[in-house]
């Protein structure tokens, strides 16, 4: 569904269809946070790969706009392992762990404003150079500004989520009406449609969700 098609089915959770409960621009703000929330609630949408192009001697490097939080690092092809400045700060103590040198085993991810970074640890040697830093992470997803757009960044793989943007919009719109019994009934009910769908997004979408639990020792649980 795009804009246009979810503010309909919005209104009419909305017991709205003429659309003259709430404005236009209120429909469209609504589902521009319930996309947001849904992405962050169900992470089912991510991007697989955004290449870094490294260059000598430089660790750090900005993060993508649309980050919210990673998901895996890889360098040269080799999964890094995450660590927190606090943690490094805690264990090495007799020099500075910011100027170490060699292989980078971790990452660190600074997302606060002041720096928006991801940090190779230890830094890298020379003739390193090359889009060799892949990030792959949860974005948010990028405002709709037509009705023709299609939410959560026009993935067709997301089409089977899209009655949880309209419910959670719904929710969110009634908010603003005079809590009476009826209206606290019908938000519930959109609530928990959006939770439900939520719940399958985690459950059954993702990178090869049919993949068998493996247990210990090597075997599978079906």
Not at 89 to 99: C, G, L, P, Q, V
Not at 197 to 212: H, L, M
Request: aromatic residues 10%.
């Amino acid at each position: 569904m795009n804009r246009g098609t979810l503010r309909t089915l919005t209104a009419a959770f909305c017991v709205d269809p003429n659309q003259t409960r709430f404005t236009a621009t209120q429909y469209n703000d609504a589902l521009d946070l319930a996309a947001q929330q849904f992405a962050m609630d169900s992470k089912a949408l991510f991007k697989d790969a955004s290449t870094i192009t490294v260059v000598d001697g430089t660790s750090a490097y900005s993060l993508p706009t649309d980050f919210m939080y990673e998901l895996k690092v890889t360098h040269k092809l080799l999964k890094l392992e995450p660590i927190s400045r606090e943690t490094l700060e805690y264990y090495i103590r007799s020099e500075d762990w910011t100027a170490k040198t060699g292989t980078p085993r971790y990452f660190i991810i600074d997302p606060e404003e002041a720096r928006k970074q991801i940090k190779r640890y230890p830094i890298p040697p020379a003739n390193d150079a090359g889009a060799n830093l892949i990030l792959t992470y949860y974005p948010l997803p990028a405002a709709m500004t037509a009705d023709s757009d299609t939410p959560l960044n026009s993935s067709a793989l997301m089409a089977q989520f899209h009655t949880a943007l309209a419910c959670y919009a719904a929710w969110l719109l009634l908010n603003y009406e005079t809590a009476d019994p009826g209206i606290s009934v019908k938000r519930t009910e959109l609530l928990n449609q959006y939770n439900d769908k939520v719940t399958e997004a985690r459950d059954t979408f993702g990178n090869t969700k049919s993949e068998p639990i493996r247990l210990r020792g090597g075997r599978f649980w079906r």
